[in-house]
Protein backbone atom coordinates (compact mmCIF):
# COMPACT_ATOMS: atom_id res chain seq x y z
CA UNK A 1 0.00 0.00 0.00
CA UNK A 2 1.57 3.15 -1.11
CA UNK A 3 1.78 5.87 1.56
CA UNK A 4 2.40 9.64 1.50
CA UNK A 5 3.87 11.45 5.05
CA UNK A 6 3.81 15.58 4.71
CA UNK A 7 5.97 17.48 6.67
CA UNK A 8 7.41 20.62 7.33
CA UNK A 9 4.52 22.60 8.08
CA UNK A 10 4.49 25.64 10.46
CA UNK A 11 3.63 29.23 11.55
CA UNK A 12 5.28 31.71 9.95
CA UNK A 13 4.76 35.44 9.22
CA UNK A 14 4.14 37.06 5.87
CA UNK A 15 7.03 37.01 3.64
CA UNK A 16 8.76 33.91 5.30
CA UNK A 17 9.74 30.83 4.23
CA UNK A 18 9.28 27.08 4.52
CA UNK A 19 10.36 24.06 3.21
CA UNK A 20 7.69 21.01 2.92
CA UNK A 21 8.64 17.18 2.03
CA UNK A 22 6.84 14.28 1.07
CA UNK A 23 8.30 10.81 2.02
CA UNK A 24 6.46 8.19 -0.08
CA UNK A 25 6.72 4.65 0.53
CA UNK A 26 6.89 1.80 -2.41
CA UNK A 27 8.96 3.35 -4.82
CA UNK A 28 6.38 5.41 -5.98
CA UNK A 29 7.16 8.43 -7.34
CA UNK A 30 9.53 7.02 -10.30
CA UNK A 31 8.13 7.49 -13.68
CA UNK A 32 5.11 9.44 -12.34
CA UNK A 33 4.26 12.95 -12.45
CA UNK A 34 3.83 13.92 -8.81
CA UNK A 35 1.75 17.24 -7.38
CA UNK A 36 1.40 19.23 -3.90
CA UNK A 37 -2.11 19.65 -3.23
CA UNK A 38 -3.74 22.38 -0.97
CA UNK A 39 -6.52 22.00 1.28
CA UNK A 40 -8.25 24.54 2.96
CA UNK A 41 -11.54 23.60 5.07
CA UNK A 42 -13.75 20.94 3.38
CA UNK A 43 -12.98 22.52 -0.26
CA UNK A 44 -11.40 19.57 -2.70
CA UNK A 45 -7.78 19.56 -2.79
CA UNK A 46 -6.80 21.64 -5.47
CA UNK A 47 -2.94 21.08 -7.21
CA UNK A 48 -0.60 24.28 -6.39
CA UNK A 49 2.29 22.77 -8.21
CA UNK A 50 3.13 19.80 -10.34
CA UNK A 51 6.07 17.80 -11.56
CA UNK A 52 6.68 15.49 -14.12
CA UNK A 53 8.33 12.44 -14.59
CA UNK A 54 11.62 14.04 -16.19
CA UNK A 55 11.58 17.18 -13.55
CA UNK A 56 9.39 19.98 -15.53
CA UNK A 57 7.68 21.78 -12.78
CA UNK A 58 4.42 23.71 -13.66
CA UNK A 59 2.54 25.93 -10.86
CA UNK A 60 -0.98 27.46 -10.74
CA UNK A 61 -1.07 31.53 -11.06
CA UNK A 62 -1.27 32.28 -7.52
CA UNK A 63 2.37 30.04 -6.15
CA UNK A 64 4.21 31.19 -9.31
CA UNK A 65 7.59 32.69 -8.71
CA UNK A 66 6.85 32.11 -4.77
CA UNK A 67 6.89 28.50 -4.51
CA UNK A 68 9.34 25.90 -6.33
CA UNK A 69 8.98 22.05 -6.27
CA UNK A 70 11.64 19.34 -6.69
CA UNK A 71 11.93 15.33 -6.68
CA UNK A 72 14.20 12.89 -5.52
CA UNK A 73 13.34 9.65 -6.88
CA UNK A 74 16.20 7.74 -5.57
CA UNK A 75 14.88 8.79 -2.11
CA UNK A 76 11.23 8.73 -3.10
CA UNK A 77 10.96 12.40 -2.08
CA UNK A 78 8.79 15.85 -3.53
CA UNK A 79 10.06 19.02 -1.65
CA UNK A 80 8.14 22.10 -1.90
CA UNK A 81 10.34 25.12 -0.93
CA UNK A 82 7.81 28.10 -0.04
CA UNK A 83 9.06 31.71 -0.08
CA UNK A 84 7.25 34.85 0.25
CA UNK A 85 4.42 33.52 2.29
CA UNK A 86 1.18 35.06 2.15
CA UNK A 87 -1.45 35.09 4.32
CA UNK A 88 -4.12 33.28 2.20
CA UNK A 89 -1.18 30.49 1.65
CA UNK A 90 -2.71 29.03 4.86
CA UNK A 91 -3.96 25.81 4.53
CA UNK A 92 -3.40 22.01 4.42
CA UNK A 93 -0.56 20.68 2.60
CA UNK A 94 -0.48 17.18 0.74
CA UNK A 95 1.25 15.13 -1.88
CA UNK A 96 0.08 12.58 -4.51
CA UNK A 97 -0.37 11.61 -8.38
CA UNK A 98 -0.77 14.10 -10.68
CA UNK A 99 -2.68 11.50 -13.07
CA UNK A 100 -6.65 11.14 -11.56
CA UNK A 101 -6.10 7.18 -12.22
CA UNK A 102 -3.06 7.33 -10.53
CA UNK A 103 -4.36 8.94 -6.99
CA UNK A 104 -3.29 6.59 -4.14
CA UNK A 105 -4.66 7.77 -0.06
CA UNK A 106 -4.21 10.84 0.79
CA UNK A 107 -1.67 11.41 3.65
CA UNK A 108 -1.93 13.11 6.76
CA UNK A 109 -1.03 16.42 5.11
CA UNK A 110 0.79 19.09 7.28
CA UNK A 111 -0.61 22.50 8.39
CA UNK A 112 0.68 25.94 6.84
CA UNK A 113 -0.23 28.90 8.60
CA UNK A 114 0.57 32.19 7.63
CA UNK A 115 0.07 34.95 10.00
CA UNK A 116 1.80 37.70 11.84
Known amino acids: QVQFVESGGGLVEPGGSLTLSCAAS????????MGWYRRTGREEHFMIAG???????NYADDVTGRFTISRDDARNRITLQMNNLKPQDTADYYC??????????WGPGTRVTVSS
Open 96 to 105: NMVMPWEKKP
Open 26 to 33: GGITGGHA
Open 51 to 57: ITSSGSP
